[in-house]
């Protein structure tokens, strides 16, 4: 049979051993956070493997993500008729509508998106987190080297 009022003690109890313990606070600006390797920070985007499948923007939840392209006639020497290839003309990800699934990355079959460890890129303007193919690109530098694919001799 418990006494009355045990509940309440045992709860102020916690609440003073909570309160006597020293806090861990990180100061953030001042000193970067430790992250493991394979922290999702941001979407980066590997231009050459694209081939504007549109994949990652049909599978995209939140609509985010907007592909632009045109077809080129190559010349492939050897070849019987000239080959047609997508060039990419436009690649944006909305990150004010991006809920960071991730999808976009699996479902990628060229191995053209990546995450990234960067997690500060926040903007005054709200307008500013449309990031187009070039601010993509240059997120590249950061991915992990165990994420990308291997290099083909």
């Known amino acids: 049979m418990r006494l009355p009022g045990s509940g309440m003690v045992g709860g102020l109890a916690a609440t003073a051993r909570t309160a006597a313990r020293r806090a861990v606070t990180s100061q953030y600006p001042e000193r970067e956070p ?3 390797e394979r922290t ?29 392209s045109h077809k080129e ?6 070849a019987a008729r000239p080959r047609q290839k997508n060039v990419l003309d436009r690649f944006d990800i909305d990150f004010s509508l991006c809920m960071y699934c991730g999808i976009c ?17 926040a903007e005054g303007d709200i307008r500013d987190l449309l990031h187009d193919k070039e601010h993509l690109g240059k997120w590249m530098d950061t991915v992990p080297p165990a994420s990308l694919p291997e290099a083909k001799e």
Request: hydrophobic residues 40%.
């Open 34 to 36: 430790e992250l493991p």
């Open 40 to 68: 999702r920070g941001v979407i980066a985007l590997h231009e050459d493997n694209c081939t504007s499948c549109m994949l990652c923007a049909r599978e995209c939840p939140d609509w985010c993500i907007y592909i632009d």
């Open 73 to 78: 006639t190559v010349e492939v020497e050897g």
């Open 105 to 121: 990355v699996d479902v990628c079959p060229f191995d053209a998106l990546f995450w990234a460890p960067d997690f500060a890129y």
